[in-house]
């Protein structure tokens, strides 16, 4: 199995910035706002909605305001934006690609602030593909690494996990289809599930070593993930 991966820091980070900047709510908001509207209001049959309304209760995001973000895609809410996600691939400096989620009721706003970062910080947006070739969409859950051991490691494989990560937390990773089913398999051994979620993994890293070219690309990954429209950023850089 592996023993270290970069989304898990990434996680660990951009889930601290959130919490500092309050920008948490208004993001998984949007998240349910849209997955609400593709997919209708059951949480039991849209699973999109459920792993977005998951990430609220994680979040500790208040019932009323799931309940409002959900009304809000389905048609009864009283807010008139209408939101929608939008996925961006970015060639940054030293050959470095991101994937960037964004959920946003313009556009064109979401494209000027991103395109005003990148123009500054030696980076583009690329085409179709031009990043994305080097990712995999695969589920990818968070379990709290407190008392796992052997035996919990052949319970998430038998749960029906591709791959285990140790870190701090574990990450488990899944096939993207096979996320809920697995998830649900892990609940039902007793094991403590901090989030469940669907994410870009790198193929192959880019490790970077020099401490200038480590700095900068870290700066542009945090300038676009505080941007209030991004709601996730993924890299193939290893700093």
Request: hydrophobic share 40%; charged share 25%.
């Given at each position: 199995m592996s023993g270290h991966s970069k989304w898990a820091t990434n996680f660990r980070a951009k889930s601290a910035q959130d919490a500092k900047r309050g920008a948490a709510f208004t993001k998984i908001a949007n998240l349910i706002t849209v997955a609400a509207r593709e997919g209708g209001p059951d949480i039991n049959s849209n699973?999109?909605?459920?792993?977005?309304?998951?990430?609220?209760?994680?979040?500790?995001?208040?019932?009323?305001?799931?309940?409002?973000?959900?009304?809000?895609?389905?048609?009864?809410?009283?807010?008139?934006?209408?939101?929608?996600?939008?996925?961006?691939e970015i060639i940054g400096p030293h050959g470095v690609g991101y994937i960037v989620e964004a959920v946003t009721d313009n556009?064109?706003?979401?494209?000027?602030?991103?395109?005003?970062?990148?123009n500054k910080h030696g980076a583009q947006l690329g085409s179709s593909n031009s990043v994305a070739w080097n990712f995999d969409r695969r589920g990818?859950?968070?379990?709290?690494?407190?008392?796992?051991?052997?035996?919990?490691?052949?319970?998430?494989?038998?749960?029906?996990?591709?791959?285990?990560i140790?870190?701090?937390?574990?990450?488990?990773?899944?096939?993207?289809?096979?996320?809920?089913?697995?998830a649900e398999n892990l609940k039902k051994q007793n094991l403590n599930i901090k989030e469940a979620t669907l994410a870009?993994?790198?193929?192959?890293?880019?490790?970077?070593?020099?401490?200038?070219?480590?700095?900068?690309?870290?700066?542009?990954?945090?300038?676009?993930?505080?941007?209030?429209?991004?709601?996730?950023?993924?890299?193939?850089?290893?700093?």
């Amino acid at each position: 199995m592996s023993g270290h991966s970069k989304w898990a820091t990434n996680f660990r980070a951009k889930s601290a910035q959130d919490a500092k900047r309050g920008a948490a709510f208004t993001k998984i908001a949007n998240l349910i706002t849209v997955a609400a509207r593709e997919g209708g209001p059951d949480i039991n049959s849209n699973f999109k909605l459920r792993l977005a309304v998951e990430k609220g209760k994680e979040a500790n995001m208040p019932k009323d305001n799931i309940q409002r973000a959900i009304d809000k895609g389905a048609g009864t809410g009283k807010d008139g934006a209408i939101f929608e996600e939008v996925t961006y691939e970015i060639i940054g400096p030293h050959g470095v690609g991101y994937i960037v989620e964004a959920v946003t009721d313009n556009k064109n706003r979401t494209v000027a602030d991103l395109k005003a970062i990148l123009n500054k910080h030696g980076a583009q947006l690329g085409s179709s593909n031009s990043v994305a070739w080097n990712f995999d969409r695969r589920g990818v859950i968070i379990l709290d690494g407190d008392n796992l051991d052997d035996d919990s490691e052949l319970l998430i494989i038998d749960a029906g996990a591709e791959d285990i990560i140790k870190d701090a937390q574990w990450q488990v990773i899944t096939p993207a289809d096979a996320l809920m089913i697995v998830a649900e398999n892990l609940k039902k051994q007793n094991l403590n599930i901090k989030e469940a979620t669907l994410a870009y993994l790198p193929k192959e890293e880019l490790t970077l070593t020099n401490p200038e070219e480590q700095e900068k690309i870290e700066k542009l990954y945090n300038l676009i993930d505080n941007l209030d429209d991004i709601t996730n950023i993924y890299t193939n850089a290893n700093w």
